[in-house]
């Protein structure tokens, strides 16, 4: 479709071209004019929608990491913790690492995301209320208290990475760039076509243009297209999930 927008402006553009062309020399100054200027103006609404794509796909990338060392770090922690409860929250925790890769592969906004946002908060309730039951049997011990600081930023964690995957650039400024651009390819071609120059280098620059938005408009899908957010850490995080535990369970002290 992007495409077929800036090519099928460039054509019209040659088509309108060749119908004044008897009029070159009247038309060819204040074209001359038009275009350029408009060429200027998309020139920078290209570049700023590019850049508001980039920075949203960077903090993407940032907030998979983050959640992925909170993740483990609260993992680590939970090993600390006492039996029964330890073991229960290792699996709950393991469980949550699979639907936080599981986020990654449905559209954001669907009802996919929805139902994996919902399953991966409900592991939280679990998980909370498990670490609630540590510091209550030991409220001086230090291991419980640890986890919850953990696992409160490893929950925030994940509600900063779904507000960045639902965070994209406004539509209005992506129709704004196929809009301005088709239009300033247009009359790009018109004034080539009315000078009698080749069109060969409108078209590469339409070509050049369809590229850019397609990029832009590719950043702002993360979990379509061919620019993704990789969710290689927390697969790694997974698979080390999935080895036996570092740290044993913690001995109970004997009765006096």
Not at 172 to 198: C, Q
Not at 206 to 234: C, K, N, S, Y
Request: negative net charge; proline residues 5%.
């Amino acid at each position: 479709m992007l495409f077929g927008a800036v090519l099928g402006a460039t054509a019209l553009g040659v088509f309108i071209g060749r119908r004044v062309r008897h009029l070159s020399e009247s038309l060819r100054e204040p074209y001359g004019v038009l275009q350029a200027a408009m060429l200027g103006v998309v020139g920078l609404i290209l570049a700023f929608g590019l850049s508001l794509a980039v920075s949203r796909y960077e903090n993407r990338r940032a907030a998979i990491v983050h959640e992925t060392n909170t993740i483990g770090t609260t993992y680590l922690r939970a090993q600390t913790l006492p039996e029964p409860i330890r073991s229960r929250s290792l699996e709950l925790l393991v469980a949550y690492t699979e639907g936080a890769i599981r986020l990654s592969e449905h559209v954001p906004g669907s009802e996919g995301q929805a139902t994996v946002v919902a399953d991966t908060e409900e592991l939280e309730r679990q998980l909370w209320a498990l670490g609630g039951q540590a510091l209550e049997g030991a409220p001086d011990a230090s291991a419980p208290r640890l986890y919850i600081e953990t696992l409160n930023e490893m929950i925030d964690a994940q509600t900063t990475r779904v507000a960045a995957l639902n965070n994209q650039v406004p539509s209005a400024i992506l129709y704004l760039e196929i809009l301005g651009a088709s239009f300033a390819l247009a009359l790009l071609a018109t004034y080539l076509t009315l000078i009698g120059r080749g069109v060969a280098g409108v078209l590469a620059a339409a070509v050049l243009v369809g590229f850019l938005l397609l990029v832009t408009a590719d950043l702002d899908r993360p979990t379509r297209g061919l620019i993704q957010i990789p969710e290689t850490v927390l697969e790694q995080q997974l698979e080390s999930m999935e080895e036996p535990p570092a740290a044993a369970a913690p001995r109970k002290s004997p009765a006096p």
